[in-house]
Nanobody, 124 residues
Framework: QVQLVESGGGLVQGGDSLRLSCAASGGVFSSYSMGWFRQAPGKEREFVVSLSRSGGKTLYGDSVKGRFTISRGHARNTVYLQMNSLKPEDTAVYYC?????????????????WGQGTQVTVSS
């Protein structure tokens, strides 16, 4: 069973950039497809991006296309979410998730493992 720990959240101004990290342990990292989701207060958990096991395929949510980028670290046990041109509407708790599936699932139910989340706040 894999454990996921997110870090890198914080308070930034609109237009700034931020990089989130998701460190995985307890499993063979390359056996999982990875995803990032976010949840703002009073809203449902929203799909941000997913990355295939091999790292060769990605799927982005419409609201972050062209601004956010997912990647695997050189050690391959870390996944990053580079967030550029941040907007106040990006404010949310960001969650890292992992699944055994080869599919780039855009739904929370597609993932078996979750981190505890990291808060991102973007001021206007």
């Amino acid at each position: 069973q894999v454990q996921l720990v997110e870090s890198g959240g914080g308070l930034v101004q609109g237009g700034d950039s931020l990089r989130l990290s998701c460190a995985a342990s307890g499993g063979v990292f390359s056996s999982y497809s990875m995803g990032w989701f976010r949840q703002a207060p009073g809203k449902e958990r929203e799909f941000v991006v997913s990355l295939s096991r091999s790292g060769g395929k990605t799927l982005y949510g419409d609201s972050v296309k062209g601004r956010f980028t997912i990647s695997r670290g050189h050690a391959r046990n870390t996944v990053y979410l580079q967030m550029n041109s941040l907007k106040p509407e990006d404010t949310a708790v960001y969650y890292c998730a992992a699944t055994w599936s080869y599919e780039l699932g855009p739904k929370p139910g597609d993932y078996e493992y979750w981190g505890q989340g990291t808060q991102v706040t973007v001021s206007s």
